[in-house]
């Protein structure tokens, strides 16, 4: 039985999370129902991670199995039937075959999440940036990232009570940069904690007005307690940019 992955976006607003759950919309619900439909069959995906409610993926990957193989020709009107069929703020870019034990979560070598800040209030930034009054040190925020180089066990930046089976990551890009109007986060991992990412920034920004030292940063990752780290980010303003994968898993090229 041919194995696909789908590669696709999702404007997250709407939505909570990607994982289907009870009594909630959720993007892989969603995807799940309008495939199903199409194919005449009841199609089951995996994802490649969970997002949490309201954060976005311009790069999300899924894998599902069909009877039937896609040819090129069917496979480029399913995917434009599909596009037209889903809810505008969710597309689907592409369907690719791979290996018949390949994973959309567990092979993953790397995802890339950025977060946004602006810190002008600005009517046409607030649906994805967060709106954070008030200036920062970005270089002492910088240090602080380089500090997360030296840690593998983030327990203190994970959601109380979840089910994971380990708080270990990997990271192996962390930095903060301006573009034009926004301070912009960066960080890359080969896997990361539930609320993980908006726990670190909502930290890092304790550092960056002076409320967190660095050394006392060093103490929060250590002492593996979630209480001593800073607040968490609203979700509106995170996006999983990017997931990678090794090549060999793949049946032809991706872009």
């Not at 129902?33 to 069959?41: E, H, I, N, V």
């Not at 573009?179 to 990412?197: K, P, S, W, Y």
Request: proline share 2%; with cysteine.
């Amino acid at each position: 039985m041919p194995r696909y992955f789908i590669k696709l976006a999702y404007d997250g607003s709407n939505y909570h999370g990607w994982q289907s759950q009870e009594n909630a919309v959720s993007v892989q619900s969603e995807l799940e129902k309008c495939m199903s439909l199409k194919l005449g069959f009841n199609v089951k995906l995996t994802g490649c991670g969970r997002t949490d409610t309201g954060v976005h993926a311009r790069e999300f990957y899924a894998h599902f199995d069909m009877d039937i193989p896609f040819n090129q020709v069917s496979k480029s009107e399913f995917i434009n039937n599909l596009n037209q069929f889903l809810p505008a703020d969710i597309s689907v870019f592409d369907i690719i075959e791979v290996d018949r034990e390949a994973n959309a979560r567990f092979d993953a070598v790397s995802r890339t999440y950025k977060y946004y800040i602006h810190q002008q209030k600005d009517p046409f930034l607030q649906q994805y940036s967060f709106y954070h009054y008030g200036a920062f040190d970005s270089g002492l925020m910088n240090q602080a990232c380089l500090i997360l180089f030296d840690y593998e066990d983030f327990t203190s930046f994970s959601k109380l009570h979840s089910k994971t089976k380990t708080n270990i990551c990997h990271i192996s890009l962390c930095k903060w940069e301006y573009v034009g109007e926004q301070i912009i986060f960066t960080i890359q991992a080969d896997r990361f904690l539930r609320n993980m990412v908006r726990a670190i920034v909502g930290t890092m920004l304790e550092i960056g007005k002076g409320k967190l030292t660095i050394s006392a940063f060093r103490e929060v990752i250590e002492s593996k307690n979630r209480s001593n780290a800073g607040y968490s980010v609203p979700g509106h303003a995170l996006f999983l940019e990017k997931v990678n994968y090794p090549e060999t898993i793949f049946m032809r090229n991706i872009d």
